[in-house]
């Protein structure tokens, strides 16, 4: 009966050192994965990578009273039909507009009202 038990605490203990090393493999692939470009060492290419987009300038904003049919349809969620709406509703006094007046569904518009600008066109003054 000693070789019985003998065994099982062998079979037992290579249970759970084979259960440790795939946990241990399982962190690792984890840590590795998320690893944050600050851990990385100098010259690494991601940590290359992760400097260039926070010095790159952010897009244009597309002023929605001017903008082409195009360049509307660069917007998520603009196609055609949308970009023909928002230049028949034109001109918008706010951004908003563009859900009120024009009936942009209202997530389209949330996707995009960062990268989006109503600008007024200003009246000269008569001169003489």
């Given at each position: 009966m000693a070789k019985e038990t003998h065994k099982s605490c062998?079979?037992?203990?290579?249970?759970?050192?084979?259960?440790?090393?795939?946990?241990?493999?399982?962190?690792?692939?984890?840590?590795?994965?998320?690893?944050s470009t600050e851990a990385l060492p100098a010259g690494h290419p991601q940590q290359a990578q992760s400097s260039k987009k926070a010095t790159q300038k952010p897009a244009?904003?597309?002023?929605?009273?001017s903008a082409s049919k195009a360049q509307l349809k660069t917007l998520y969620g603009v196609g055609d039909a949308e970009a023909d709406?928002?230049?028949?509703?034109?001109?918008?006094?706010?951004?908003?507009?563009?859900?009120?007046?024009?009936?942009?569904?209202t997530g389209i518009y949330?996707?995009?009202?960062?990268?989006?600008?109503?600008i007024q066109k200003t009246k000269s003054s008569p001169k003489g």
């Open positions: 062998r079979a037992g203990r290579s249970v759970v050192i084979a259960t440790s090393l795939w946990l241990m493999a399982g962190t690792g692939f984890a840590a590795t994965a998320s690893t244009p904003l597309i002023d929605i009273n709406r928002i230049i028949a509703a034109r001109p918008f006094k706010t951004k908003t507009d563009l859900v009120t007046t024009a009936g942009l569904p949330v996707a995009n009202k960062h990268k989006i600008i109503a």
